[in-house]
């Protein structure tokens, strides 16, 4: 049971493995910042062409895309 | 599921500085509205003005282009695009497709500047053949360009879209370099100088980046998601702004009352380069030698300055689209 998580800018892709059925936005933000050395604000969240809220819920096969807030452009 | 504290419905973000939840529809009035906040606090677009929004097509300058074209409608001021097409391969191809289709959408005039017919090549040939960095080499080219349009179409103002992490980012870099003048230039607005330096306008400077990023995302507004291949990732800047990241959620508001005490105190800051500028010699516009670093660079790229020649290429082309 996992999150598909897709990072843009760099199409990185990556599997969150679920404990249970489902997970808080805020959970996988806490996943990235922890492994990205940032903060949660650093990051917005998108499911299928939406924005979606730090307690919005993620259920298993489910795919996200995280936009880094942050860009070298 | 929080709610938005305005209507009720399902909020997508909360405003830690600000103490509320916010619904897409108001979160989207919410940053127009700090926008038009800015533009008035700071006195940076007076109605009837000629605006020229330098837009790259990245997400800070989608959100300017996007904010700006509504309020035009609001203030009378005239925007103008302008887009500087790098000639870095496949990015710059995406970045002024992305830009053609949003400025076709807000109906607004673009003019394009296209380095590689300008010159004869690309930022990274340039880079390569003047021995610099190509984040150098692109400042220069980018602001010559910028502010060389908006002398010769008499523009009133060039807003860019720097946004408040960007300042802050720029603050600290200058203060740890000790570059005390290049802080006091870190300011909502910078005055031109007779015919030489174009008036600068940062209408984002209060707005965070997450909430350019989150405004165009909401509003379903194309932008350049790829980073710029020539971008170095681990640089000075890109570190600072991590921190000022973490800096904000762990004490919100912070950046806010940073860039209020930094304006306050702004008169504190010796202006060394008060008075030191000058007319370059080749093409007369800003320089803070005889001869300004766009003519020094094209110098040893190409075996002459091309100020002069620039400044003429610039005139025909506005000439061409009816800009003149």
């Given at each position: 049971?996992?999150i598909?998580?897709?990072?843009?800018?760099?199409?990185?892709v990556?599997?969150?493995?679920?404990?249970?059925?489902k997970?808080?936005?805020?959970?996988?933000?806490?996943?990235?910042?922890?492994?990205?050395?940032?903060?949660?604000?650093?990051?917005?969240?998108?499911?299928?062409?939406?924005?979606?809220?730090?307690d919005?819920?993620?259920?298993?096969?489910e795919e996200?895309?995280?936009?880094?807030?942050?860009?070298?452009g | 599921m929080?709610?938005?504290?305005?209507?009720?419905?399902?909020?997508?973000?909360?405003?830690?500085?600000?103490?509320?939840?916010?619904?897409s529809?108001?979160?989207?009035?919410?940053?127009?509205?700090?926008?038009?906040?800015?533009?008035r606090?700071?006195?940076?677009?007076?109605?009837?003005?000629k605006?020229?929004?330098?837009?790259?097509?990245?997400?800070?300058?989608?959100?300017?282009?996007?904010i700006?074209?509504?309020?035009?409608?609001?203030?009378?001021?005239?925007?103008?695009v302008?887009?500087?097409?790098?000639?870095?391969?496949?990015?710059?191809?995406?970045?002024?497709?992305?830009?053609?289709?949003?400025?076709?959408?807000?109906?607004?005039?673009?003019?394009?500047?296209?380095?590689k017919?300008?010159?004869?090549?690309?930022?990274?040939?340039?880079?390569?053949?003047?021995g610099?960095?190509?984040?150098?080499?692109?400042?220069?080219?980018?602001r010559?360009?910028?502010?060389?349009?908006?002398?010769?179409m008499?523009?009133?103002?060039?807003?860019?879209?720097?946004?408040?992490?960007?300042?802050?980012t720029?603050?600290?870099?200058?203060?740890?370099?000790?570059?005390?003048?290049?802080?006091?230039?870190?300011?909502?607005?910078?005055?031109?100088?007779?015919?030489?330096?174009?008036?600068?306008?940062?209408?984002l400077?209060?707005?965070?980046?997450?909430?350019?990023?989150?405004?165009?995302?909401?509003?379903?507004?194309?932008?350049?998601?790829?980073?710029?291949?020539?971008?170095?990732?681990?640089?000075?800047?890109?570190v600072?702004?991590?921190?000022i990241?973490?800096?904000?959620?762990?004490?919100p508001?912070?950046?806010?009352?940073?860039?209020?005490?930094?304006?306050r105190?702004?008169?504190?800051?010796?202006?060394?380069y008060?008075?030191?500028?000058m007319?370059?010699?080749?093409?007369?516009?800003?320089?803070?030698?005889?001869?300004?670093?766009?003519?020094?660079?094209?110098?040893?790229?190409h075996?002459?300055?091309?100020?002069?020649?620039?400044?003429?290429?610039?005139?025909?082309?506005?000439?061409?689209?009816?800009?003149?």
């Amino acid at each position: 049971m996992a999150i598909k998580i897709i990072i843009i800018p760099d199409n990185k892709v990556i599997r969150y493995e679920l404990r249970g059925s489902k997970v808080k936005v805020l959970k996988i933000l806490e996943f990235l910042a922890k492994t990205e050395g940032t903060s949660l604000s650093a990051y917005v969240v998108m499911r299928k062409g939406e924005v979606i809220a730090r307690d919005d819920e993620l259920f298993d096969g489910e795919e996200i895309e995280v936009y880094r807030v942050a860009s070298g452009g | 599921m929080a709610k938005c504290s305005i209507c009720g419905r399902k909020a997508i973000e909360k405003i830690e500085y600000a103490r509320k939840y916010l619904c897409s529809k108001h979160y989207t009035e919410f940053i127009e509205e700090k926008v038009r906040r800015s533009i008035r606090r700071y006195r940076l677009i007076k109605k009837g003005s000629k605006i020229l929004l330098a837009v790259s097509g990245g997400k800070d300058s989608i959100a300017l282009l996007t904010i700006l074209s509504k309020l035009s409608k609001e203030i009378h001021f005239k925007p103008y695009v302008l887009h500087i097409d790098l000639g870095i391969g496949k990015y710059s191809a995406i970045s002024r497709e992305i830009v053609k289709k949003v400025v076709q959408k807000v109906d607004l005039p673009l003019i394009i500047v296209e380095i590689k017919d300008l010159l004869g090549m690309g930022i990274p040939e340039l880079a390569k053949k003047s021995g610099r960095p190509s984040c150098s080499v692109c400042g220069i080219v980018k602001r010559y360009i910028m502010n060389a349009v908006a002398i010769e179409m008499k523009a009133d103002a060039i807003a860019t879209g720097h946004n408040l992490d960007d300042i802050i980012t720029f603050i600290l870099k200058e203060f740890l370099q000790q570059n005390l003048d290049g802080i006091t230039k870190l300011v909502p607005r910078i005055d031109n100088i007779d015919e030489i330096a174009a008036t600068k306008i940062r209408p984002l400077y209060e707005v965070f980046e997450r909430e350019t990023l989150l405004y165009i995302l909401i509003n379903k507004v194309e932008f350049v998601k790829e980073e710029c291949p020539e971008a170095r990732t681990s640089t000075l800047n890109n570190v600072l702004k991590n921190h000022i990241y973490i800096l904000e959620e762990k004490f919100p508001g912070i950046k806010y009352s940073f860039i209020r005490s930094f304006l306050r105190n702004i008169d504190k800051y010796p202006k060394l380069y008060e008075g030191k500028f000058m007319k370059c010699s080749i093409c007369g516009l800003i320089s803070s030698s005889i001869k300004c670093s766009y003519c020094r660079l094209t110098e040893k790229t190409h075996g002459e300055p091309l100020g002069m020649y620039t400044r003429e290429y610039i005139r025909r082309l506005l000439e061409r689209i009816g800009l003149s």
